[in-house]
């Protein structure tokens, strides 16, 4: 699922070809997909004609703000990414050879096309992303979903002792701790356990037995560890892709995730692999000792 990096690399994208773009019309194949309102026939009249005023995340949410005011809302779960190109409107097929033709960028599901020719495309081959229509800010940060959102990570207010007093009187693992939006918002499995590796906190430690400097070294890597990942455009070593339809370069620098078997980087015993609920954490058993 893309996290925080790689939505962050998503609206960065998205603002370089989007901002301003008047929308024509808009389409969709899978009606599971568009949440909000359940009638997509609705959902159109009230976008079409309308101007993208911002693009901003919460979360791991995109939020495509127009010049109404509403908030078209992408969540890119599993296996969604968005993309910017121009597509063929009888067959959803690129216009143009390059990156958008590689085979993931081509389970094209919603489109919107701009009055300037230019598209915006959610391709996902689960179909599992959802797309909603909000029609305000204020509602939005007044949905139940929003409202138990964590504090963002790389927000300057972000401090030490906010961080230490979100995971206060927690008592469950701390790999699945920090995947709880409730406590940080965009943190996931791949850079949870990147964070854990660099800081050489094993992922089954119990939160509330972490002492002050391991809390430290946590909260340090976190905003490394994010801010090293959005410079590199995030992980794609799976379906994620960059608008432009290009893969991301953390897979240069991932250490635990999706490493079983390999040599740890730093004391070269081998990465292992165990579940945590329903969800794999990959971890150095000497590096990372409870």
Known sequence: MPELPEVETTIRGLRKHILNQEIKDVFLDAANILKKPNNFNIFRKKIINKKIKEIKRRGKNILI???????????????????VGKWDLKNWQPKIKGPLSEPINRFIHFLIVFKTGLM????????????????SSKELENSKEFKLLGPEPLEKDFTFNKFKERLKNKKGLIKKVLMDQAI?????????????????INPFKRTNLLKKDEIKEIYKYIKIVLKRAIELKGESFSDYRTPDGKKGFFDRERKAYQRTGEKCSRCKEKIIRKKIGARSTHYCPRCQKI
């Open 184 to 200: 940080v918002a965009g943190i996931g499995n791949i850079y949870s356990d990147e964070i854990l590796w660099r800081a050489r």
């Open 65 to 83: 703000v127009l010049d109404n005011n509403s908030i078209i809302l992408a969540h890119q779960k599993i296996s969604g990414h968005l993309l």
């Open 120 to 135: 915006l495309a959610l391709s996902d081959v689960r179909k599992f992303a959802k797309i909603e229509l909000w029609e």
